[in-house]
Structures are given as structure tokens and as C-alpha cells.
């Protein structure tokens, strides 16, 4: 019996190691989710966002080190009738993973396709500047102009998220530019890339890329359970780590943790300002009051939810904009001070007063409101808890709720049963164009006041006069300017209340080259097609 | 055995003392912050170190005791009395009443618990103190807890009801109402008492399950269901093992409980 045991633990030893060798230059890390598609056309999940990134080929690719656009599929391109029109001029001689040739037809046939309102594709939302047709219209056999019926601001930049299909093709999207394909798909488990054999790339020394041969994605939810694997050495790679795992990881193995810095991604409060909300008109006014939104913002200290929260991970938020976006930050602006007695001045001006440590309103109330956010998602909480502790410094009693994610959406975007919220926000894009939904006040995601008819206060008409302004012009500077602007006035009135900036943590085994972690994403893998493992380093050289 | 008993009731005792003494033996105020000092190890100040947030632990696991230990009878004691009520009643009475008290026992079995809970507690007013939730959670529990109880009491009753002194009662004339409270009620009692304590470690437990969905007490009161909550770092655990005082006294308690549970039914 002992002898079984032996032989088959051997066995499967043996098994392992040969499989492990046939996966020596295979790339492995998670998804959270099973893709929705793999039409490129028809992305709106990150898994499929995922995918589309590692197998399209796109015209211009915004380099996620520099920020700056880099010519791909099209050598050159010019914007011309002030963002109304976009020329490109193609690279020749290059073939889809199929071996079908690219074309400036396949141009046309993918902005066609894109823009077909019964493919109802979320990528398309970016080009939808008026009302008309998207013409796309090829310029000899290499070269494709597309024109729209309105200007659009940052028009190059959105061809980053294009990936361009075959017209001719069989396989019809499965057939790629990008430097991997598509190769085995087990639902619910993992999904394998192959590398594209005619990927068009070269390294400096003429070696086609990518150097890895395969990528294989593994969908797996639970994030405890991918730092396991990380750790066994059965993952490469992890996006977006957690900055407790992050700890966790940088003390026992502190080779594989890297910190890129701050990210895109910041953690807010709002109130909620909805006039027709179910919520005592006492309380309205308190959250429509400027000077009450500012005095909670410099009660709060972020630099100890930066501390002990993010154990160091984070910086304290300015805006909407992080120091990560370059060229869109507002350089001017610093975080709200830590300021307590400066928060009660300002409580003061409103006829609020500290009573045996309770703060009561002009009225006789005793401020007091909830603040809620979403179960289960420790780092909210625990800032929720801190702010709670802050808050009791200028008499402010807070009321933490944890509510489950469909109860929390129901209440900020539905019914407007809500005081106070916690949440994140995630700017995928670098240009502010893509959070009109934001700001406009007639926007659905304008959180503290949604759907306005009309701006209800004169910051907010001013804000979508900006916006708009910024949105029509393709002048880079006069853009930067209105958005500048736009930054000041939220820093001012305060309806979002930056708390933290998170920085950018990932795991990355040491085994792995070439891997830049940046703060945008997909944060370590944007190089893909460069990154190789040390032991396949010489034979690349 | 007697032996056993003896301990666990004394250690129910002290932990119940410490825990109603809380204001007089934590050396600190639960929900302070010491944010110069998050996640220390114990020390003299810090009996069992501080959380990631500075607070004491020590402090929080008496209030926290506090908390689960009262709530937790208070809600088995709802339970029991709905489960009186309901099952009593139905096997005593039988008939029509009994049929639909059966349906609704298993109907309230049936149901999914965790996500019952979870939208009762979305549907509460946001506006409630840490101590209102805590009372609401409790109360939810021992509202929706009486269901399995109320099957053993109803099999209860209904042998009592065909037993030599209920059918003499009932030929002396008295009336139903009062063979029910007097004769059928005061016999139920040890059935009713067994599925008490067996009630206040399942909702012991509850609480805490709920507390680690992040759904159970609201900060900053603590309750050993939040205080559990740190265990899921288990690197951390490793590394700080005192983390695992409220794991410990926890299965304490429900062990405590157990065996004087089995001391009674072996008494019966």
C-alpha cells in the first residue's frame, strides 16, 4: 500500500514536471470573469477587454509608459476639419494570424461594423459625436479616411481601444493582429493564447515578437486564492493587487512586489444632493451647503487612511484627475489640509455650533448621517470607520452601513434613499472627454445629483459650459485649459470628496523580463509582446 | 462529567462577568483609535496588541463579548417563545391550525437564510446607531430562528396531548385554553429549555457569520462575528497568534454550552 502511495506520487511529480516543461515559455496569470465575447467590436467586461488587448492590432496604441500615441497598424495619421476627419496612412505587407492580408478595406469594414447601430457596440459610444453616418472611405489601397459628422475631442487616442477585423477572413473575428490568437477556450477554467505566427512586430534586432509562445489566462474570482498560486510559482503575473495581499506578498517574497506608484484609481465620499430624495430638507441643506462639504473634507485626515489603510500604498486625492494623467492634471491643486479647527471656522460660517461636543445646525439639529458603501470590501470600511473617528473631532456623529452592491446601487441610482456614499472610481481613459457621463449635469453618473433638467447651481452650469467647451475643441491646449478649470471648481465646492489616490501594486515574478508596471492599464502586461522569462532571455538576444 | 459541567460553568460565568464588567476592566474605550500604534503587538497598554486601525484588542473582545453574549440569549429567547407559540399550539390544537403551522415552519426552513437577512438588513433605515443595528440583527435572527425549534416542540405536544392526565383534564371539563397553559405548556418546558441553549450558540455563530460578510454589527461596536473578521489575513495570523483570543473564546463558549446542554439532557 506504502509503495502505491510512492509510486504514485512519483508519478504525478513526473506528470507535473513534464508539464511544466512543455509550459516553459508560457506567460500564466487570472481574470476575474469569464469573457463575454471575444468580438472585439463587442467589448464592455475587462476579461474581454483583456483578451482584445493581447490578440487586436490597432492603428494607434497610447504607449502606457510615455502617454504618448505610437503609430501600429497605421504609419501615419493626420485629423483634419477640426476632429471632424481622420487620415490614415497604412503599414503594407502585413497579414492577419490566418494568413489573410491587411487592407485599408478591413479599415472600413471594422469603423462600418463598429458603428452599425444594431451592433450596438460600447466601443462605438466614444465616436458618436452628432447626428449622421461615420463614413470611412479608402485612399488607394493603403491609406483610409474616416470622417464624422461632429468634431470629436482626443479622436486619435480612441483608435487605442479599435481593433481591426478582417473583411475578408473566414474566421471572421478570430482572425487577429495582435501578437497572440485565440487558440483553446475551456469555459469556466482557462482560456489559451497562442502566438500569432505572422504578427508583423520585430525587436531591434530583427527577432519577430512576441518572444512568448503562449499566454494562458485562468479565470479565478478569488484573489487569496491567486496570491496562493502566485506564490506555489503557478501565476506570473498580478494586476491590481490589493494593498493588504500587497503587504502580505512584499514581506515574503519582496522581489515580487512592485509598487508603480499612484494610479488611476481613486476612493471618494459624495452626498447626496437630489432635491427630490428621501431625505429630512434639514439635511439637504447641510449637503448643498459648500462650506459643509469643505469642513468634512478637512476634518478628514487622508494621510492616516493612506497610513493604515493603505499601509502606505496610497497618496492623499486631489480630484478627479490623479498625478498619474500627466498632461490632464491639474498641477496647481493640492489635497484639502487636515484642519480641524479651519473645518469648524468654516462649520461656524454656516451657523453651525459645537454644543458639549455635538454639532447642531441653525435649527437645533444634531448633525448626524449615514454613510454607506459596500459590503465586504475591507479597505472601504475601514476608511469608513477612520472618517467616523475624524468626524467625531468637530461633533459629527457618523453612521457606518455596509449594504450588498445591488442594495447600494438601488439607493444612488434609483430610489435616492442615501446620505453619504463610499466608493471608488476607475478612469480607464487618460482623456476627460470619456467622463462627460460625470460631470455633465444632465449625466446619469453624476452621482450627487443625477439627471438635473437643468444645472440647479450656477458651479454646475459652469462645469458643463467647461466640459462642453472642452469636448467641441481639438485644440490641446484650449482643452487643457476648460479642464483645468473644471478641476478647480470640484476642488472648491467639494460634491465628490477625494479621499485616497491607491498606487498601482502587482506581483510579477522574478522569473519574468522586461515587465514595467505603469499605473494604466493593463498595468504589467502593456508590453506584451517583449516580455519573456529569464531562461529564455539569451536565446532572444 | 459533573466535573466538566462545573468548569464550563464557571467559565461561562467569568466570561459573561467580564464582559457585563467591560466599562470597569478594558483598559480602553473600544472605538478609540490609537493611530500612532495600529497593529501592535500585546504589551502592557495593549493586553492583546491593537488592530489595524489602533484599537484595543482586548477592549473590543470584552465589549464584543458583551455584545454577542447578551444579544444571543435575548434572540434565542424570541426564537424559543415563537417556537412555543407556533409549535406548541399546533400540536396541542391540531387540525386545520396544525397543517398550516406545519407549512409555515417548513416554508420558513426553505427559505435561504443569509440572503434573507441581507435584504431585510438593505431594507432597514440607514439612520440607526451601532447599538439599534445590533438589537435589529439580533432581533431578525431570533425572528426568523424559531422554525426548527417549533418542529421539536410541536412533536412534544402532541404526545402530551395524548397523554392519561390531559385526557382526564379534558374529561373533568376544563376547558382547552387552559389544559394548554396549564397542563401542556409547564410539560414543555424542558424541550423548550433544550432548544433554548441550543439556540444561543447557533446564533452565537450566526452573528458571526453575518460579521464576516461585513453585514452584522455596525462599526464601531465591536461583536466576536467583526472581530473574527481578521482571521481571514492567515499570513497575519501566523505571524500574530493572538490574534486567534476571539476564535478561542468563542468555541469556548459553544463548547461551554454544549456541555452543559448534554449535562441537562442527561439529567432529563
Redesign the interface.
Known amino acids: 500500500m506504502k509503495r502505491s502511495i510512492q509510486l504514485l506520487v512519483f508519478c504525478s511529480g513526473l506528470v507535473g514536471s513534464i508539464l511544466l516543461a512543455q509550459s516553459g515559455n508560457e506567460l500564466r496569470f487570472c481574470i476575474r470573469s469569464e469573457p463575454k465575447t471575444f468580438n472585439p467590436v463587442l467589448v464592455d467586461d475587462e476579461s474581454s477587454e483583456t483578451i482584445r488587448y493581447l490578440t487586436g492590432g490597432v492603428l494607434i496604441r497610447v504607449n502606457r509608459l510615455t502617454q504618448e500615441l505610437e503609430s501600429e497598424l497605421a504609419l501615419s495619421w493626420k485629423v483634419a476639419d477640426g476632429g471632424r476627419k481622420i487620415t490614415f496612412k497604412l503599414r503594407e505587407g502585413i497579414l492577419f494570424s490566418d494568413g489573410t492580408p491587411f487592407a485599408a478595406d478591413d479599415v472600413a469594414y471594422t469603423m462600418q461594423l463598429l458603428m452599425d447601430p444594431k451592433v450596438n457596440s460600447p466601443t462605438a459610444d466614444s465616436f458618436r459625436s452628432g447626428s449622421g453616418v461615420v463614413k470611412a472611405s479608402m485612399v488607394g489601397t493603403h491609406g483610409v479616411s474616416i470622417a464624422f459628422p461632429a468634431p470629436i475631442a482626443g479622436l486619435e487616442r480612441l483608435f487605442d481601444q479599435v481593433a481591426i477585423l478582417s473583411s475578408r477572413s473566414p474566421r471572421k473575428e478570430m482572425a487577429v493582429l495582435g501578437p497572440f490568437m485565440v487558440s483553446e477556450y475551456k469555459p469556466g477554467s482557462q482560456i489559451l493564447l497562442q502566438r500569432n505566427p505572422h504578427y508583423w512586430k520585430r525587436d531591434e534586432k530583427g527577432k519577430r515578437l512576441p518572444y512568448l509562445d503562449s499566454v494562458r489566462l485562468e479565470i479565478q474570482q478569488n484573489r487569496e486564492t491567486e496570491l496562493l498560486r502566485f506564490e506555489r510559482g503557478q501565476l506570473h503575473l498580478i494586476n491590481n493587487l490589493d494593498a ?1 495581499l500587497f503587504d ?1 506578498l512584499a ?2 517574497s519582496p522581489s515580487a512586489a512592485r509598487d508603480a506608484g499612484p494610479s488611476l484609481e481613486s476612493e471618494q465620499m459624495w452626498f447626496n444632493q437630489v432635491s427630490s430624495s428621501p431625505i429630512p430638507d434639514y439635511k439637504k441643506a447641510w449637503f448643498r451647503s459648500m462650506n459643509f462639504r469643505r469642513a468634512i473634507s478637512e476634518a478628514v ?1 487622508r494621510e ?1 487612511l493612506c497610513r ?2 493603505y499601509m502606505g500604498h496610497a497618496t492623499p486625492a486631489v480630484g478627479p484627475i490623479p498625478p498619474a494623467n500627466r498632461f490632464w492634471f491639474n498641477q496647481v491643486l493640492k489635497p484639502h489640509s487636515y484642519d480641524v479647527s479651519g473645518a469648524l471656522r468654516r462649520l461656524e460660517k454656516e451657523e453651525f455650533r459645537l454644543q458639549q461636543g455635538t454639532l447642531l445646525d441653525r435649527e437645533g439639529h444634531s448633525v ?3 454613510l ?1 458603501t459596500n ?4 479597505s472601504r ?2 476608511m ?3 472618517v ?2 475624524d468626524l467625531k473631532q468637530i461633533g459629527i ?1 457618523l ?6 452592491f445591488p ?1 447600494l446601487i438601488e439607493r444612488i441610482s434609483r430610489n435616492f ?3 453619504a456614499c463610499l466608493l471608488g472610481l476607475v478612469n480607464a481613459d487618460l482623456d476627460p472627454s470619456s467622463q462627460m457621463n460625470v460631470w455633465l449635469s444632465s449625466a446619469s453618473n453624476h452621482q450627487w445629483n443625477p439627471n438635473q433638467k437643468a444645472p440647479e447651481t450656477t458651479w454646475e452650469a459652469e462645469i458643463d459650459r467647461l466640459m462642453q467647451a472642452q469636448a467641441s475643441s481639438v485644440d490641446p491646449r484650449k482643452r487643457k485649459a476648460c479642464f483645468d478649470k473644471v478641476q478647480q471648481i470640484v476642488w472648491e465646492e467639494a460634491p465628490f470628496i477625494y479621499l485616497v489616490t491607491k498606487n498601482s501594486l502587482a506581483a510579477i515574478s522574478p522569473q519574468l523580463k522586461n515587465v514595467t508596471p505603469v499605473p494604466l492599464r493593463p498595468q504589467t502586461y502593456w508590453n506584451v509582446e517583449r516580455l519573456c522569462f529569464v531562461e529564455n532571455l539569451a536565446a532572444n538576444r | 462529567m459533573k466535573v466538566l459541567r462545573i468548569i464550563s460553568l464557571g467559565v461561562l460565568g467569568l466570561v459573561f462577568l467580564a464582559s457585563l464588567l467591560a466599562d470597569v476592566v478594558a483598559p480602553a474605550p473600544y ?1 478609540k ?1 490609537y ?1 500612532e500604534a ?1 497593529n501592535a503587538p500585546p504589551s502592557r497598554q495593549f493586553p492583546l496588541g491593537t488592530d ?3 484599537r484595543d484588542r482586548f477592549s473590543r473582545l470584552l465589549y464584543g463579548s458583551r455584545v454577542s453574549l447578551l444579544l444571543a440569549p435575548a434572540a434565542a429567547l424570541l426564537s424559543t417563545l415563537g417556537a412555543a407559540v407556533i409549535g406548541g399550539t399546533a400540536g396541542y390544537w391540531g387540525k386545520w391550525w396544525e397543517r398550516m403551522a406545519v407549512t409555515l415552519t417548513d416554508l420558513f426552513l426553505s427559505l435561504p437564510w443569509l440572503f434573507l437577512l ?2 431585510v ?2 431594507l432597514l433605515p ?5 447599538l439599534a ?1 445590533v438589537v435589529v440583527t439580533f432581533s431578525l435572527l431570533g425572528l426568523l430562528g424559531w422554525a426548527s425549534s417549533a418542529r421539536v416542540v410541536r412533536a412534544g405536544a402532541r404526545s402530551l396531548r395524548s397523554s392519561d392526565f390531559v385526557l382526564q383534564a379534558r374529561a373533568g371539563g376544563c376547558l382547552k385554553r387552559r389544559i394548554f397553559f396549564v397542563q401542556i405548556l409547564p410539560n414543555l418546558k424542558p424541550v423548550l429549555s433544550a432548544q433554548f441553549w441550543i439556540s444561543v450558540p447557533a446564533f452565537i455563530l450566526a452573528e458571526a457569520n453575518l460579521g464576516l ?3 452584522g454589527v ?3 461596536l465591536p461583536s466576536w462575528g467583526n472581530l473574527l ?1 481578521e482571521l ?2 492567515y ?2 495570523v501566523r505571524s500574530n497568534p493572538w490574534l486567534l483570543a476571539p476564535l478561542f473564546l468563542l468555541v469556548a463558549v459553544v463548547s461551554c454550552f454544549q456541555i452543559l446542554l448534554s449535562g441537562e439532557e442527561s439529567f432529563q
Do not use: C, W
Open positions: 493588504i502580505r514581506t515574503e485626515n492616516d493604515m489603510v448626524e448621517f449615514s454607506i459590503s465586504g470590501n475591507k470600511e475601514r469608513a470607520t477612520m467616523q473617528q456623529r453612521n457606518v452601513v455596509t449594504l450588498d442594495s434613499n442615501y446620505e | 472605538s483609535q493611530r495600529p489595524e486601525l489602533g441581507l435584504t438588513r438593505a440607514l439612520n440607526v446607531s451601532p443595528s460578510l461585513g453585514l455596525a462599526e464601531p473578521r481571514e489575513n499570513s497575519a
